[in-house]
């Protein structure tokens, strides 16, 4: 019978870290675009929060982890980590947002939860583009169609209103928006 050595058991260690599956993420939205701006010279995630582990954080300063718009937040969900093999959550505490720039492109699969504010998050695009998930994320010149993308991302209890363009783009298969006016 053969016995289990501590090299046995590190191995098996090691094999179950790298099967482990990627885990969603929840960020939340915590100041507006032009507030973000005025304190911090920026709507975009910190080079802090591009580190692991993930977190979105527009305020350069050490430890401050709670300063997050909703582009830092695309930003962050779309560079996680989980490779889009699970939906990451995007809500809200703040009832309002007017965008100051235009939002990232949405690359990987996400959840867009304005519940938090009900009866509707209101996103006022400022004239600016809002949501883009037409794109499959891939870099130019292609990659696997079998990879996740933003394909079957959510948009939940919206109001988007005052974008260039389309409020919502969606392209490829599987979105949902509902309880949502754009």
Not at 20 to 36: G, K, L, M, Q
Not at 88 to 96: A, C, E, G, R, S
């Given at each position: ?67 997050c718009t909703l582009k830092a937040a695309i930003q962050v969900a779309n560079f996680n980590g989980n490779g889009g093999s ?97």
């Open positions: 019978m053969p016995t289990s050595t501590p090299f046995h058991r590190l191995c098996g260690l090691l094999l179950l870290i790298a099967v482990s599956p990627a885990h969603a993420a929840t960020f939340t939205v915590t100041i507006d675009d032009a507030d973000a701006q005025a304190s911090y010279g920026t709507v975009n995630n910190s080079s802090e929060g591009n580190s692991s582990p993930f977190f979105c954080d527009v305020d350069p300063a050490p430890g401050n982890q709670n300063q699970q939906l990451d959550t995007i809500n809200f505490l703040i009832p309002k947002i007017t965008l100051t720039s235009s939002l990232n492109q949405i690359t990987e699969r996400v959840i867009i939860d304005g519940t938090s504010q009900p009866p509707r998050m209101e996103i006022d695009g400022g004239g600016r583009s809002c949501f883009d998930a037409r794109g499959n994320g891939y870099p130019p010149g292609g990659g696997s169609p079998l990879l996740p993308q933003a394909n079957n991302s959510r948009f939940v209890s919206l109001v988007v209103h005052n974008c260039q363009g389309d409020a919502i783009s969606l392209g490829g298969h599987g979105y949902a928006v509902f309880d949502s006016y754009i």
